[in-house]
């Protein structure tokens, strides 16, 4: 079965770090691109980050640059939200998902494409 499972969600204040993981199963995570997503409340989903291992691509949105990191250990077949300096704002529940490239992922999810979406991890950042 192949799968995609979101954790390390927490409770963190402002200014403050975590580092959110996605976890595959059933499948070689080092052929896919993965990206990450969230959801805040009464807002639209937004691409957050994205990793194309074999073509080395790297997105971030500008809202996260400079204080997100995405980053994968093939051997765990994980991949890596580090998130610093974490604002109000990036209160949300993250989801990851996968394709075979940056530009497919995000073009999928952009026209609203995407099959499906995981139950996500749910960051807050409040004092």
């Known amino acids: 079965q192949e799968q995609l499972v979101e954790s390390g969600g927490g409770l963190v204040q402002p200014g403050g770090s975590l580092t959110l993981s996605c976890a595959a199963s059933?499948?070689?995570?080092?052929?896919?691109?993965i990206g990450w997503f969230r959801q805040a409340p009464g807002n639209e989903r937004e691409a957050v980050s994205c990793?194309?291992?074999?073509?080395?691509?790297?997105y971030y949105a500008d809202s996260v640059k400079g204080r997100f990191t995405i980053s994968r250990d093939n051997a765990k077949n994980t991949v890596y939200l580090q998130m610093n300096s974490l604002k109000p704002e990036d209160t949300a529940v993250y989801y990851c998902?996968?394709?075979?490239?940056?530009?497919?992922?995000?073009?999928?999810?952009?026209?609203?494409?995407?099959?499906?979406w995981g139950k996500g991890t749910l960051v807050t950042v409040s004092s």
């Open positions: 998902a996968r394709d075979r490239a940056c530009g497919l992922l995000l073009h999928k999810f952009y026209t609203n494409d995407m099959d499906s």
């Open positions: 059933g499948f070689p995570l080092e052929h896919y691109a």
């Open positions: 990793q194309s291992p074999t073509d080395g691509t790297l």
